[in-house]
């Protein structure tokens, strides 16, 4: 059995994972406001079993997987420059492997999801920014400064003047389009309340919606011709919801359809794995560092 947390900005998530990605126990905790505090809770979790092969991680921050140094930390500064895996050493006599929790979730679809079998996919992942994962030939593709598959810095425009650009990670964000959509109907901003509301076609939640698929769509194009992937997943809290993967595929069409220059067809699907996605995928990184023989402590 194997230790696995997803170390996220509001909670950690941890889960006990046997080697075939069944999950035997799941539970989470709120994140603690400090490094300190956040080992002294996952090694604390750790002394409570006694048949842990190993402790996986997922976490926020680009992570550079041979030093195993969290460089930014995104909703969690504090990690910045930090090493999980040697804090936690200290404390756990066991092999812990760090990955980003974009590209943990890219992994557990190579594993057990909606990429598995393809060779070139494409993970994007909408949360509160656009997390993204490459699959190159089977394997995740980081990059030579690890920033492969960052498509929350890629960008939709730049002013003239200014220089200031607009960013994917604003204007792919699911929360600021359901911040928004809640906004302007004057109701409380959920998730579940903003997709009633698109569901049922109130005309000002389904044109901001359609617009923010818009903007996915244009995006979604421009990485099918750059990387020609097999497959593009769609991730996130609100890829259950299956309006949008159908309105991101009809935007899609209506694009090609009034730019007959655009020959490219993405093949866009849901992925398989929600919250569970960064566990799975830090655990089958974990394997991957195994086989690779790269688990020892640094």
């Known amino acids: 059995m194997y230790l696995v947390f997803d170390i996220g900005g509001t909670f950690v998530k941890h889960a006990l994972i046997d080697s075939l990605g069944n999950i035997h126990t799941k539970?989470?905790?709120?994140?603690?406001?400090?490094i300190n505090f956040l080992i002294e809770s996952m090694s604390n979790l750790y002394s409570e079993f006694s048949n842990v092969k190993g402790i996986a991680v997922s976490c926020p921050g680009i992570v550079d997987t041979k030093t195993a140094t969290i460089?930014?930390?995104?909703?969690l500064p504090y990690l910045h420059n930090k090493n999980i895996k040697r804090l936690l050493e200290r404390r756990c006599d066991v092999p812990?492997?760090?990955e980003n929790d974009a590209k943990s979730a890219a992994l557990a679809e190579l594993w057990l999801g909606s990429v598995k079998g393809h060779s070139n996919a494409v993970v994007l992942v909408l949360g509160s920014a656009v997390g993204?994962?490459?699959?190159?030939?089977?394997?995740?593709?980081r990059g030579k400064n690890l920033s492969a598959g960052e498509v929350s810095y890629m960008m939709n425009g730049i002013n003239f003047s200014s220089l200031k650009a607009d960013f994917l990670g604003v204007t792919g964000s699911a929360v600021e389009m359901i911040n928004k959509i809640a906004n302007a109907r004057g109701i409380e901003s959920?998730?579940?309340?903003?997709?009633?509301?698109?569901n049922g076609g109130d005309s000002e939640a389904k044109s901001i919606f359609e617009e923010y698929c818009l903007n996915l769509a244009i995006h979604i194009l421009n990485l099918q011709?750059?990387?020609?992937?097999?497959?593009?997943?769609?991730?996130?809290g609100i890829s259950v919801q299956p309006i949008v993967e159908k309105t991101i595929k009809q935007v899609i069409a209506n694009i090609q359809i009034n730019n007959p220059i655009h020959y490219a067809r993405p093949n866009v699907v849901t992925c398989k794995f929600q919250s569970d996605a960064n566990l799975l995928g830090a655990l089958y990184n974990f394997f991957q560092c195994e086989q690779q023989n790269v688990l020892s402590p640094n």
Do not use: C, M, R, W
Request: overall charge negative; hydrophobic content about 35%; proline content about 6%.
């Open 225 to 236: 011709y750059l990387l020609d992937p097999e497959v593009i997943a769609i991730g996130g």
């Open 27 to 34: 539970n989470k905790y709120y994140t603690p406001d400090n």
């Open 96 to 98: 812990i492997p760090i």
């Open 132 to 141: 993204g994962g490459l699959i190159i030939n089977g394997k995740l593709y």
């Open 71 to 75: 460089y930014h930390g995104g909703a």
């Open 190 to 198: 959920s998730g579940q309340q903003v997709f009633e509301l698109i």
